[in-house]
């Protein structure tokens, strides 16, 4: 796979939750290592399109950017920055940036900074067909230009509710105690996992069809202690679920308690998370600047 340059986008909903960090933020803190182009934006003005307090909103963003960087992604390693910074940046007389959608906008993200690949969860192939289709019907126009970015699948399983595993985890799910945050004190994670539903089978087994609830707890326990299904299931071996469900919340709070306390270090320091974001803007500003140059002569403006 040759992977030139990768841009993806998370939303600053706040500090992420169990589903986020396994689905797509571990992946993004390894592609950093194997890429050397990497872009990571902070989509504030996808945010928009829910309305929000706009102190709500600040606050959502460094949440959003301590939580990430706490989890490891490093702005040596990449441009982490916030899109609404950037496109002030680059903003000029005839752009409006209001009048885009929300898929023509994430369209013009990865494509401003020729984008090859972009990492999504399954529930956002669709998203970056547009993309797709801008790149190949803008090559076809104006000759060969934007690379056709390609998806990086998220092979992490999807991370059921802990009240109800027909559904994923989110962070809209409206039901408590159904979404574990990765800054969720030691206490609130074992009352979460205490309160899971599973079935009125005892044993510890994985069969997510028939028995969607363990089924996920394995998933999970699997998930944070880089062990396979195989391994985690022996582990629990003659234990009943009621017993699991205390090893797995364990789990989860040896994973995150770095974590969680770095991200309460980098909360209590606003102006370092700011800076981050500004200069993370100004260099995707200076990658962007020669792409957006040579589109607009291509196009004739
Ligand atoms: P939410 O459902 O909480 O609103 P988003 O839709 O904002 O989450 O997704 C942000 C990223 O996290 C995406 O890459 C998505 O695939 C991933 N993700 C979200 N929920 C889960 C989950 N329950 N399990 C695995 N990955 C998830
Ligand atoms: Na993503």
């Known amino acids: 796979m040759v992977v030139d340059r990768i841009f993806s986008g998370i939303q600053p909903t706040g500090t992420p939750h169990l589903g986020n960090y396994l689905g797509a933020i571990q992946n993004w803190v390894n592609l950093q290592e194997e890429c050397s182009s990497v872009l990571y934006s902070i989509m504030d003005m996808h945010s928009l399109t829910m309305p929000k307090e706009p102190a709500v909103l600040r606050q959502n963003i460094l949440d959003t950017t301590a939580a990430i960087l706490a989890c490891g992604i490093d702005p040596k390693k990449c441009f982490l920055f916030r ?11 005839e752009g409006t940036v209001g009048l885009l959608t929300y898929p ?4 013009a993200d990865i494509l401003l900074y020729k984008s090859t690949h972009v990492p999504v969860g399954e529930d956002q192939v669709l998203h970056l067909e547009l993309a797709q289709d801008i790149a190949q019907h803008f090559n076809k ?17 999807k991370i059921k509710s802990l009240r109800d595993p027909a559904v994923k985890m989110s962070k809209s799910d409206p039901q408590k105690l159904a979404t574990v945050s990765i800054a969720d004190s030691p206490d609130e994670i074992v009352l979460k996992f205490r309160k899971a539903v599973t079935d009125f089978t005892s044993e510890v087994t994985y069969d997510p069809a028939s028995r969607p609830g363990v089924s996920n707890l394995v998933s999970i326990h699997a998930a944070v202690t880089g062990l396979s299904i195989k391994e985690v299931l022996h582990q629990a071996t003659g234990l009943d ?8 919340a364990e789990s989860v709070i040896q994973k995150f308690a770095p974590i ?11 102006s370092y998370l700011i800076k981050v974001l500004e200069d993370g803007a100004e ?3 200076e990658l962007a600047a020669p792409i957006y140059q040579e589109i607009r002569r291509l196009v004739g403006f």
């Open 141 to 157: 126009k104006y000759g060969e230009f934007f690379p056709v970015p390609k998806a990086i699948l998220s092979t992490t399983k």
């Open 83 to 93: 899109q609404s910074l950037m496109k002030r940046a680059s903003q000029n007389s």
């Open 104 to 107: 023509v906008l994430q369209a």
């Open 283 to 285: 260099k995707a500003k």
């Open 241 to 248: 679920t009621a017993h699991y469900k205390m090893v797995v």
């Open 260 to 270: 969680r306390n770095e991200i309460k270090k980098l909360q209590e320091d606003k």
